[in-house]
DNA sequence: TTTTGTAGTCATAAAAAACTGACTTATTGC
DNA sequence: GCAATAAGTCAGTTTTTTATGACTACAAAA
């Protein structure tokens, strides 16, 4: 019943680090969403097939705590939630760019 | 916020492909320590404490089958097998390196 | 006050990844 | 032939991650 820390005893890898940030089926996903504008859960929940609510909620939260993402209410027609890349999430993008050239 | 659908098969995003290339638990690690000179089976199992013969046999296939690590027959006093970064596995250095920037 | 839209949570189930220990294969040295 | 070293494989278990469906919360419109 006991959960294991994300975090491991020898962690000495910057990189490493790094990349659990994005680990898991969707993160990177959403992370690239992110960079195109604004995100809604209905419209993620919407876009990435296969998914699911529970999980997509999970690893917003996650890219939230870490940073890369920021979580704005919108008091508009109909109130609603936005998702912004945040400065730290914006200075992952030329790291991305480099990863799709060599893709 | 118009985005193509995102499916398992139709993986879109190059970035995601490489980071799916290095994730689980252990393989950025695996990567890393390469780039300090090539592996030896029993000397990752030593080193990576923590894991275990199984996880490390496969990570380290699937970093062969990817194209970032080459297996080697070594054919001197014991007989033994070493790991080598490919040319295509030093081209992932310099975003290593930009990710420690920013770790 | 009931319905609609948006954004979730919760308990549980299923699937994927990692771990364990016993067993295998190949080569060299005695 | 027999033991030692190196590099694994295999079957089974445990742990972690992801998926499902029912339910909740809140604001605004009807």
Redesign the interface.
């Known amino acids: 019943m006991t959960t294991k820390k994300i975090t491991?005893?020898?962690e000495t890898?910057?990189?490493?680090?790094?990349?659990k940030m994005?680990?898991g089926k969707w993160k990177?996903?959403i992370f690239?969403?992110a960079t195109?504008?604004?995100?809604?859960f209905s419209?993620l929940l919407r876009?990435?097939?296969?998914s699911n609510k529970q999980t997509l909620s999970v690893a917003l939260k996650e890219l939230e705590e870490i940073g890369l993402l920021q979580k704005v209410i919108i008091k508009e027609k109909p109130l609603h939630i936005e998702y912004y890349l945040t400065e730290n999430g914006k200075?992952?993008l030329?790291?991305?760019e480099?990863?799709?050239s060599?893709?």
Do not use: D, V, Y
């Open positions: 491991e005893e020898n890898c910057p990189a490493q680090t790094l990349l994005l680990s990177p996903e690239r969403l195109n504008g604004p995100l809604r419209g876009e990435i097939t296969g200075s992952l030329p790291i991305f480099q990863l799709e060599l893709g």
